[in-house]
């Protein structure tokens, strides 16, 4: 057929090894391995509230996820031609939703998202995203991830009531075990039955453990809330129940509520390029891993190590990040997750127009994703928060002038509950070890004026009061 043998060439499907029905079943793999994001993107971005006290819509955040998932995966296949899905990404969503959005409204931080996409495809196009990368050391980018995965889980165990802040105590703990120092009540249960579910898979390495733990314990979390009769508070922000309608037209209320240049009138310069530093770090190393991770699972790897259409892929890479600004949604990115596809035989980019096809399809299911309760999602992000820890293993412990920014990095995160925060300790800390080793010639320029920044940050009141700001 001359539509298939044209398809066949444009992606070059037999020349990698690879068939129709491969591509297909690799697309499919990929897309129940990530769609806990439609779920996980909505909880994080969805339960906290912007510096005026206004909270996204579940149902606008499950359209907006998904528009974006669908659009630049598509995009990917068609463009970059690799087995690479894209959605918000986890991390990155963290800083929108706990960093961003206390210090201004959910428009200007949706507006740095897009200004941090602008500028990745800015340092792509003008080649400087690999000098970027250069800059950082490796055990950095490492702890940095880590650091992430503790947050993460943190937010988790906190979502799901599982950990709870002390009310009204001074000179004690500030969280402590459940909502009286003890575990009690049915939605903590099912979290904590869901948090052994989602691992015991991923320990016989189903795929799509994830997604079959949050799909699971929600059915529980339905049949508790109606058996038991619970107060619908019990549950929090959402009430597990079976929706009235499966199918619903997508809400894309939220598409376009984005500010280019609000957030500059909200919060001082230092902390605004902090900000947007922080996503584009995020961002930026995550996006390098994985492409390489997946094409070299793949096989597809040249005899350097380059990744075929690199330039393309990281354009459209850093123009997820601006859709997904654009649409609410947070930052998009690829996914490490795309690699279930290339398990099931996935070469080319015909797999990623599948998933694509797929994250349109779910554009229709919203009223599925917002049945699910927050204890039922919140053991993919301990879950998620373990595969980030897992890099731990490769930081020397025994070099203190790495060991220790590490640390720092890992351990400011979620003690001061800011991802920009750990980043900055551990970038100080390696400064100034490097320095006081006499290795200060070791450190790119671009890190020494990075953690110049961050000194400034961390000493902006006293600061303000000497020039008396």
Known sequence: MPAAQAVDRYFRISERGSSVAREVRGGFATFFTMAYILVLNPLILGSTEDKFG?????????TATALVAAVMTA????????????????????????QLAPLMSWDDAMGLVVLEGILICLLVVT???????????????QAISVGIGMFIAFIGFIDAGFATRIPGETGSVPVQLGATGQLSGWPVLVFCLGVLLTIA??????????????????????????????????????VPSFPDDIVALPDFGLVGSFSLFGAFEQVGAVTLVLLVFT??????????????????????????????NLGRVLLIDGAAAVAGGAASASSGT???ESAAGVGEGARTGFASLVTGALFGLALFLTPLATVVPAQAAAPALVAVGFLLMAQVRHIDWQSYEIAIPAFLTIAVMPFTYSITNGIGAGFLAYVTLKAALGKAREVHPLLWGAAALFAVYFAIDPIEQLFGA
């Open 54 to 62: 206004t909270q996204l819509s579940t149902g606008q955040l499950v």
């Open 75 to 98: 995009a990917m296949g068609l463009g970059g031609n690799l087995p690479l899905a894209l959605a918000a990404g986890l991390g990155l969503n963290a800083v929108v939703a706990y």
């Open 127 to 141: 080649g400087l995203r690999e000098a970027v990368m250069h800059a950082i050391p490796k055990p950095l980018k």
């Open 201 to 238: 898979l991923m320990a016989r390495g189903v795929r799509g453990a994830i997604l079959i733990s949050i799909v699971t314990m929600t059915a529980v979390a339905i049949a508790i809330n109606e058996l038991a009769e619970m107060r619908p508070l019990a549950w929090g922000l959402t």
């Open 279 to 308: 996503l584009l770090l995020s961002d930026f190393f995550d996006t390098m891993g994985t492409v390489v991770g997946v094409s070299s699972e793949a096989g597809l790897l040249d005899e350097r190590g380059r990744v075929p």
């Open 334 to 336: 690829s996914y490490i």
